[in-house]
């Protein structure tokens, strides 16, 4: 494999969560006709006054944990007047689960 393809692989890497402040970063209102999903998702946790159970999903690489890091980072760091929220984030497949034997009270 040529180098130039190598370093155009490892930029694009689905298995690599970008950071929240990444340049490479295009945000989901540019991308997805929807909207921006993260600003909603925070504004519904915010207003929430019982708990809520929400579903984030899609395929590999599609920039799901890039958002829900930027999430955390949303609500552990409000604007001025907002409720500050404690998050306890895991990477669910990393060392602690099973991902091919798992239920969800194993979460």
Same mark, same amino acid.
């Given at each position: 494999?040529?180098?130039?393809? %190598? !370093?155009?692989? #490892?930029?694009?890497?689905?298995?690599?969560? =970008?950071?929240?402040?990444?340049?490479?970063?295009?945000?989901?209102?540019?991308?997805?006709?929807?909207?921006?999903?993260?600003?909603?998702? %925070? !504004?519904?946790? #915010?207003?929430?006054?019982?708990?809520?159970? =929400?579903?984030?999903?899609?395929?590999?690489?599609?920039?799901?944990?890039?958002?829900?890091?930027?999430?955390?980072?949303?609500?552990?760091?409000?604007?001025?007047?907002?409720?500050?929220?404690?998050?306890?984030?895991?990477?669910?497949?990393?060392?602690?689960?099973?991902?091919?034997?798992?239920?969800?009270?194993?979460?």
């Amino acid at each position: 494999m040529s180098n130039a393809i %190598e !370093k155009i692989y #490892q930029q694009c890497d689905p298995y690599t969560s =970008l950071a929240v402040e990444d340049r490479r970063y295009v945000p989901c209102k540019d991308t997805r006709v929807e909207g921006n999903q993260i600003a909603e998702l %925070e !504004k519904a946790i #915010q207003c929430a006054n019982t708990p809520l159970h =929400l579903l984030f999903a899609g395929h590999m690489g599609s920039g799901k944990t890039t958002e829900l890091l930027r999430l955390k980072q949303a609500l552990e760091n409000p604007p001025q007047g907002k409720k500050k929220f404690f998050v306890v984030y895991f990477e669910a497949d990393k060392e602690d689960i099973d991902l091919y034997d798992v239920d969800f009270p194993d979460l």
